[in-house]
């Protein structure tokens, strides 16, 4: 019964993920199950807007015996017209997973009969959000990139999505990063055209904000050997790391930066720190908080995808929402950075909550929230954070 969701929402499914980044492009998405894959701002958005680009086959109890694949092609055929794709992307849900569809099949077939570049991505519907936006960029990028020449000044970016930055950091890093000097070829994760992507092997540098972009640098590195890092440019000193590799054509290292900090000359704090969120993220908040502000007991956590590459001591995957409760139960954090729907799983009257939103954390209902966090706009956040908690944090 570990796996047990008593207190929070079951975490979003791959299938989630599969619908963010399909959303953001020009492509179609196709997803084989029963019913639509929705949170509750989904829902509204449907009738509200025109930017969900993917839908579901309506399989029935039927189709597990028959099986699916002409319903994934009538899919198409109905939804063509309307998207006017530029590629498609089939998923399996839970039940056509069970079953065994052969969307490769159904993929070749579509091209054959469209000439339109169509692809599976390797999902089941089980899997959590995050592995959902890794496998859909990893097919994307296999699907539609074309052998070119690298630039020099040339970057992607991989793994930006709303999910994990919301809509306030991933529509304004594209244009920040280029005020810095560095070109942007193409925002895989975020809203993107087509052409940009086949382009994705001009850049000389992959910058990988999140865990989800990295199947895709590694892939786009074997193949053109573009280097990547993987570093968030959230907090004034991480920014200015950041810019200053990018300028000298070097990377990053998050393990090697934390023990060659600064923070050593500084007076440090005593307070133990937890930050629970997506890896990549909660690393940028962490550096920040020892590079700028002293601290220097600090732990980060996740329930999705851990990466041992950027973990430093202490860090660790968090398993089930018992897993959660033990660990805030066992350690006496003075001060915790996570969702605010964590917070029931908390026993502690004495720590310092600070809420940091995780879309992709709330199933249902409506999310808080997060503003822009690029550069010191993360300083500015965190010191007004602390403020309305009632204490100091230079």
Known sequence: ????????????????????????????????????????RERKRRTQHSDIRVVHTEMNSEDVIRGTEAKVLK???N?????????VLLSAGPCSAMIGTDLEQAAEKIEQASTIRTAAV??????????????????????????????????????????????????????WI????????????????TSNIEKAAKASMNLVVSVSGISAAKYLEKEY??????WAPFGKT?????????????????QKEHQNSSCADKNKRKEKVLIIGEQVMSNAIRETLHEDYGYFNIQVCTFYM????IACSGDRRIRSEEDAEKLLRENEYQIIIADPLLRKLSTSSNCIWIDLPHKAFALYGEVQKLPSLLGENLNKWMEKQWKAAGCDLN
Not at 239 to 252: D, G, P, Q
């Open 1 to 40: 019964m570990a796996g047990l969701w008593r207190k929070l929402p079951p975490l979003m499914a791959d299938n989630f993920g599969f619908i963010e980044v399909i959303n953001q492009t020009e492509g179609m998405g196709i997803i084989d199950d029963c019913s639509e894959y929705r949170t509750t």
């Open 75 to 77: 899919t198409f055929e």
């Open 79 to 87: 939804y063509q017209s309307i998207y006017n794709p530029q590629f």
């Open 122 to 175: 390797k999902l089941s519907g089980q899997g959590k959000y995050d592995t959902g936006i890794s496998e859909t960029l990893l097919a994307l990028v296999k699907l539609l990139e074309k052998a070119e020449k690298m630039e020099d000044g040339c970057i992607n970016i991989l793994g930006a999505t709303n999910l994990d930055w919301q809509e306030n950091n991933t529509e304004k890093i594209r244009e």
């Open 178 to 193: 280029e005020q810095e000097g560095s070109h942007v070829i193409a925002n895989l994760g975020g809203k993107e055209n």
């Open 225 to 230: 050997g573009t280097p990547y890092m993987i």
């Open 238 to 254: 991480c920014a200015e790391k950041m810019f200053s590799a990018l300028h000298k054509k070097e990377i990053l290292n998050i």
């Open 306 to 309: 851990f990466e041992k590459s």
